[in-house]
């Protein structure tokens, strides 16, 4: 059995600020369809598993009520609640735990929740393969995407032997690197053996295990000690604060020698951050916008203001994003949104 487990914890601090402290970029609905990215990859995921009442979530307390108003359909024990957040690994490791309990034998892929993917056939075929090759190979699989430009905000998967061959072939990662600086990730474009790690992994349940307990023995210990104390939930609360905040790409994709990759395509785009609006909504103007703005000599803008029929004007621009919600106001050059995080860090010691 294949169990799909969606990460939805991340506070989406790169879309400030219209993704708030409350409403990460997850909960958002960027596209037209009206489906939120959360509810977009629950139906992707519900789909290939082929049982939607597989589908998990790991989530904060903080989400918990807006997870369930997104997902009416899923069965509420599906529903993870991290007591806080600790970053991606303990999400994952708790998740593996308490999926050993019932289905030790289950594959378990573990999904974002706030990405897109435009070619669902390719989606599915390629889930298809990767959950193969997870259980034949007992390795932990990645999917490996055909970088674009010298992204720092990604980790990157350098292919080695292939293990499997076919029409999506599986290789054996010689090398993990999670978010090079500038200079590594302009080397590593450069070498044409690298692909982005797209964070979508699966595995078997063992496998994981298997790598927690070797890479992140002390994490491992505490938690599934902690899990194993059965329905109450006191364990497991009183150890994740204690927990090392850590991503799974740090934790365990960084350190173990049982990575593959299968290189893929399927029109994914994380949407990293204000400028996926460009990508999202294609547009021939010079500007993207999101309600009314007029711009005098401006190129290459993107606008977006949740204040209904309030006008953005700009003179003399290049290549900014302006954001207007009801409380603030962000102006950015376009290579820098990813700094969005550091004044939103700036603005949580000093509100
Ligand atoms: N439950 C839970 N708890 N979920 C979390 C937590 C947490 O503490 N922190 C983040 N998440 C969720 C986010 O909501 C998102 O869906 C997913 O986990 C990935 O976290 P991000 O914070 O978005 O990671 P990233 O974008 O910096 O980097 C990862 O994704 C890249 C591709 O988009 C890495 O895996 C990179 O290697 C990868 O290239
Ligand atoms: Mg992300």
Redesign the pocket.
């Known amino acids: 059995t294949f169990v799909p487990v ?7 601090e790169r879309f400030w600020p219209l993704s708030r402290r409350n409403r ?3 909960f958002l609905a960027l596209d037209e369809t009206g489906r939120s990215l959360l509810q977009a990859t629950s139906d992707r995921l519900c789909r290939v598993s082929g049982q939607p009442e597989s589908v998990m979530v ?3 307390g903080d989400y918990r009520t807006q997870v369930l108003e997104h997902l009416p359909e899923m069965p509420i024990e599906n529903l993870l609640v ?1 007591p806080v ?4 690994a ?2 994952v490791l708790y998740a593996a735990l308490r999926l050993a309990q019932e289905q030790p034998d289950a594959v378990m892929g573990v999904f ?4 897109r993917v435009t070619d669902a056939g390719a989606f599915d075929r390629v889930m298809g393969r990767a959950i193969e090759v997870a259980d034949t190979t007992g390795r932990l699989v990645t999917i490996g995407i055909t970088p674009t430009y010298p992204a720092t ?3 990157y998967i350098q292919a080695g032997e292939e293990l499997l061959g076919g029409e999506l072939p599986a290789y054996a990662v010689s090398r993990f690197t ?2 090079p600086d500038a200079e590594t990730a302009q080397a590593f474009l450069a070498d044409g053996r690298y692909t ?4 979508m992994f699966i595995w078997r349940v063992g496998s994981i295990l298997a790598a927690f307990e070797q890479h992140q023995p002390d994490m491992f210990a505490r938690l599934r000690e902690a899990v194993g104390q059965g329905r109450s939930l006191a364990g497991v609360r009183a150890v994740f604060p204690t927990i090392e905040k850590i ?3 740090y934790a365990i994709l960084e350190k173990s020698d049982q990575v593959a990759v299968i290189p893929a395509e399927f029109g994914w785009d ?1 949407l ?1 951050d204000w400028n996926a609006l460009e990508r999202l909504l294609k547009t021939e103007d010079a500007n993207v916008a999101v309600g009314r703005h007029v711009g005098l000599d401006t190129g290459g803008a993107i606008l977006y203001t949740t204040q209904g029929d309030d006008l953005i004007a700009t003179i003399g621009l290049e290549d900014v994003v302006v954001v207007r919600t009801a409380e603030v106001t962000l102006v950015v050059r376009k290579d820098r949104t990813q700094d969005i995080k550091k004044v939103v860090q700036q603005l949580k010691a000093h509100p």
């Open positions: 969606i990460l939805a914890g991340g506070s989406g990460p970029k997850q790991v989530t904060g991290e957040a600790r970053d991606t303990p999400a974002p929740a706030d990405h905000g990604y980790g999670e978010k982005w790690n797209s964070g991503s799974i790409d994380d990293g």
